[in-house]
C-alpha cells in the first residue's frame, strides 16, 4: 500500500512539473474542420514550431507585438515615437527638418480616424479618447510612407 501511495504521489509530482501555469485575461476553445485549437488572451511566454506541412506556436504567447511595416517607397526620415504601448498621449519626433508630414490613424478595422499634418519636429497625439487596443500609424511626405503600430493601453 506503502509504494503505491508513493508511486502515485511520484507520477503527479513528475506530470504537475512539466506543465505551465499562468494568469491570462480570457480564452477558450475554437474548432472548425482543420481541427481544434484551446486559446488564452494575455499569455507572456511561447514556442515556435515547424513541421512537414505547417508551422504553429505553442505554449504561452506574448501580450504585445511590436512591428514596423514597410513598403517598396518607405519614407526615409528619422522617427521617434514613444511611448508605445501608451496610456494615452505620444510623442512623435522628427529628426529631419523642413519636412510637414501627413499623419493618418487607423482603428485596429482599418477604418481612418484621425488625419493631420505635422508642422513642427516634435508634436503630441493625443489617445485618451480612443479605445484600447492596436492602432496603424501612418506618415506619409514626398509621395513616400513609413506605418507603424500604436499601442493604447
Not at 509504494?3 to 512539466?18: C, D, M, Y
Request: glycine residues 12%.
Amino acid at each position: 500500500m506503502k509504494t503505491l501511495l508513493v508511486g502515485l504521489l511520484s507520477v503527479g509530482a513528475i506530470a504537475s512539473a512539466g506543465a505551465q501555469s499562468n494568469v491570462v485575461s480570457g480564452g477558450g476553445d475554437a474548432s472548425g474542420s482543420g481541427g481544434t485549437v484551446a486559446y488564452s488572451v494575455g499569455q507572456i511566454d511561447y514556442s515556435h514550431v515547424d513541421g512537414t506541412n505547417n508551422s504553429y506556436n505553442e505554449g504561452v504567447q506574448q501580450p504585445y507585438e511590436f512591428y514596423i511595416t514597410s513598403g517598396l517607397d518607405e519614407l526615409d526620415i528619422g522617427i521617434s515615437i514613444f511611448p508605445n504601448p501608451s496610456n494615452g498621449e505620444i510623442t512623435i519626433s522628427l529628426t529631419q527638418t523642413g519636412l510637414s508630414p501627413e499623419l493618418e490613424l487607423f482603428d485596429a478595422a482599418g477604418k481612418l480616424i484621425l488625419q493631420r499634418t505635422l508642422t513642427q519636429s516634435e508634436s503630441q497625439l493625443q489617445l485618451r479618447d480612443y479605445a484600447t487596443g492596436v492602432y496603424t500609424l501612418r506618415l506619409t511626405a514626398n509621395s513616400k510612407s513609413q506605418t507603424f503600430k500604436i499601442i493604447k493601453n
